[in-house]
């Protein structure tokens, strides 16, 4: 069936840096574009950032540009968040999702099951 | 980036009809097609309600209707039941080609 898995989560310290993944399975990856959204304990959802379905165009919510980097590895049906410089305001469960009909601008239609990020020393 | 501007709660009876609004600007709801709702249980992930302003995935139910008008987007839930209670969130594409998602709404089924 459609599915996407998380992995990466973890505690790590500020300032330092961690890599999230997501495992795609059940559709065609490379045809879709694909977000990250992240929720902070207790709070909304926030969106983090876009990939385009072959990996040229990609858009970041401000607080997080020039320190995440999102990427993609259509081999390996797999799509990743590599955060740098993070910060306790990056604490949050980081879920990785799809583009409905892999249109960059439609919504979300297929979410994973979150990974969790703890900033702290 | 502003997320837009959401209800913080909103509560019905079983039975009764609820609408959420979802306000924005002329630079994401105002001017795209592309408004999402989701609802999201306790310790879940978010599910797709309405995608595209008032279109239905398969599987939701008909209870959910979406519709906008101007910089508002609204989410209505008919013939309340307890399993609706949960918290919905809408989301806008937006000029500058990233998303963004409302403040949240908690619905209570009284």
């Known amino acids: 069936q459609v599915q996407l898995v998380e992995s990466g989560g973890g505690v790590v310290q500020p300032g330092r840096s961690l890599r999230v993944s997501c495992a795609a399975s059940?559709?065609?990856?490379?045809?879709?574009?694909m977000h990250w959204v992240r929720q902070a304990p207790g709070k909304g959802l926030e969106w983090v950032a876009l990939?385009?379905?072959?990996?040229?165009?990609?858009y970041y919510v401000d607080s997080v540009k020039g320190r995440f980097t999102i990427s993609r590895d259509d081999s390996k049906n797999t799509l990743y968040l590599e955060m740098n410089s993070l910060t306790d305001e990056d604490t949050a469960i980081y879920y990785c999702?799809?583009?409905?009909?892999?249109?960059?601008?439609?919504?979300?239609?297929?979410w994973g099951q979150g990974t969790m990020v703890t900033v702290s020393s | 980036q502003s997320a837009l501007t959401q209800p913080a709660s909103v509560s019905g009876s079983p039975g009764q009809s609820i609408t959420i609004s979802c306000t924005g600007t002329?630079?994401?709801?105002?001017?795209?097609?592309?408004v999402s709702w989701y609802q999201q249980h306790p310790g879940k992930a978010p599910k797709l309600m309405i995608y595209?302003?008032?279109n239905r995935p398969s599987g939701i139910s008909n209870r959910f209707s979406g519709s906008k008008s101007g910089n508002t987007a609204s989410l209505t839930i008919s013939g309340l039941q307890a399993d609706d209670e949960a918290d919905y969130y809408c989301?806008?594409?937006?000029?500058?080609?990233?998303?963004?998602f409302g403040t949240g709404t908690k619905v209570t089924v009284l």
């Open positions: 059940g559709f065609t990856f490379s045809r879709y574009a």
């Open positions: 989301s806008s594409y937006t000029s500058s080609s990233t998303h963004v």
């Open positions: 002329s630079s994401d709801v105002g001017t795209y097609k592309y």
């Open positions: 990939i385009s379905y072959d990996g040229r165009n990609k």
């Open positions: 595209e302003v008032n």
């Open positions: 999702a799809r583009t409905i009909f892999g249109v960059v601008a439609d919504g979300f239609d297929i």
